[in-house]
């Protein structure tokens, strides 16, 4: 059964850093698009960054500049590094690999950004 683990969730003063971390099990990730939503409390999943199978990545505007979006295929891993962080960006973060055929999600982690 494929399934995804975040880690790397935290919190994290204004303007500092965090690295998050998606293991994939049960499925390749040279076979998926890799992304990255987050939901904060009482609004709707949205979507962070995209990085697809031949390793064009794309971002939401809010995080343009500031976030980096990484997969590496052959030890089935994802990661989002995000940078200059702002209070806004307090949501759960969740990795998502989706194709034509299949859609995994994992269960997410949780990054507060906070004085």
């Known amino acids: 059964q494929a399934q995804l683990m975040e880690s790397g969730g935290g919190l994290v003063q204004p303007g500092g850093s965090l690295r998050l971390s998606c293991a994939g099990s049960g499925l390749a990730f040279y076979f998926y698009p890799l992304s990255w939503y987050r939901q904060a409390p009482g609004k709707e999943r949205e979507l962070v960054a995209t990085i697809s199978t031949v390793g064009t990545t794309t971002y939401a505007d809010s995080v343009k500049g500031r976030f980096i979006i990484s997969k590496d295929n052959a030890a089935n891993t994802g990661s989002l590094q995000m940078n200059g962080l702002k209070p806004e960006d307090t949501a759960t973060y969740y990795c998502?690999?989706?194709?034509?055929?299949?859609?995994?999600w994992g269960h997410g982690t949780q990054v507060t950004v906070s004085s």
């Open positions: 998502n690999a989706r194709n034509s055929r299949y859609d995994h």
